[in-house]
Nanobody
Framework: QLQAYGGGGVQAGDSLRLSCAAS????????MGWFRRAPGKEREFVAQ????????DYADSVKGRFTISRDNAKNTVYLQMNSLKPEDTAIYYC??????????WGQGTQVTVSS
């Protein structure tokens, strides 16, 4: 089970940190990812991190502004979002990957960035 939180309403240029807490004993074995769905758009990939935390990947739209990290001792993955833009407004979801697919999804947390 995945629980995402930390969203809110901010101004352009502000920062937010999203957290996603996972239940279970095998958290470190999963690649974890963040996705988002903006109003009227398809869900899109934002970032992912390997089980050890040693490898990360980002969408071009957030590179240099967002940082994904994880604390396996706390079964939590984070998304630090800096220099937020209005186009970052979306519902953000965390997910766990099994094999080649993301199969476990948390409920979303709303991020709203005002200009």
């Amino acid at each position: 089970q995945l629980q995402a939180y930390g969203g809110g309403g901010v101004q352009a240029g502000d920062s937010l940190r999203l957290s996603c807490a996972a239940s279970g004993r095998t958290f470190s074995s999963y690649v974890m990812g963040w996705f988002r769905r903006a109003p009227g758009k398809e869900r899109e990939f934002v970032a992912q991190i390997s089980g050890s935390g040693g490898t990360t990947d980002y969408a071009d739209s957030v590179k240099g502004r967002f940082t994904i990290s994880r604390d396996n001792a706390k079964n939590t993955v984070y998304l630090q979002m800096n220099s937020l833009k209005p186009e970052d407004t979306a519902i953000y979801y965390c997910a766990a990957k099994h094999g080649l697919r993301y199969i476990y999804w948390g409920q979303g947390t709303q991020v709203t960035v005002s200009s």
